[in-house]
């Protein structure tokens, strides 16, 4: 198979209940980036927030498809009912502002509610 090189982005993607993703997350998480990338990597890391560790989930994308990357930083968002997640691209880090004209937040949902909406949003 032929070597190609393509853009590399990660994706930081923290909790934001400060907690470490649970099994069903996990599983959402990589059915949303799994729905428009066959291969990517994903890492756990320790990431800081204002002072406090936050268990974050760095995925890494090879990809010549950058609008397809946002994209999928604005489902992992919507899905996780977050305000913004993390993207470094070609070594620049910068913050994907969540557009959630799709699918309103919902900022009181409860653990179960938030990995539902997860593994609904893996599965549409």
Do not use: K
Not at 57 to 76: K, P
Not at 98 to 109: D, V
């Amino acid at each position: 198979m032929p070597v190609t090189a393509a853009p590399l982005y990660t994706l930081y993607v923290g909790n934001r209940d400060f907690l470490p993703f649970s099994a069903a997350e996990e599983t959402g998480i990589i059915a949303i980036v799994g729905q428009r990338f066959p291969s990517f990597t994903i890492l756990p890391g320790r990431g800081f927030f204002e002072g406090r560790e936050l268990p974050t989930l760095l995925i890494q994308i090879a990809s010549h498809q950058r609008d397809a990357v946002l994209a999928t930083c604005n489902d992992l968002g919507r899905a996780l009912d977050q305000r913004w997640i993390g993207l470094s691209e070609t070594g620049i880090y910068t913050s994907v502002l969540i557009n959630f004209t799709q699918t309103p937040p919902n900022l009181n949902t409860s653990v179960t509610d938030r990995e539902a909406q997860i593994a609904r949003a893996g599965n549409e």
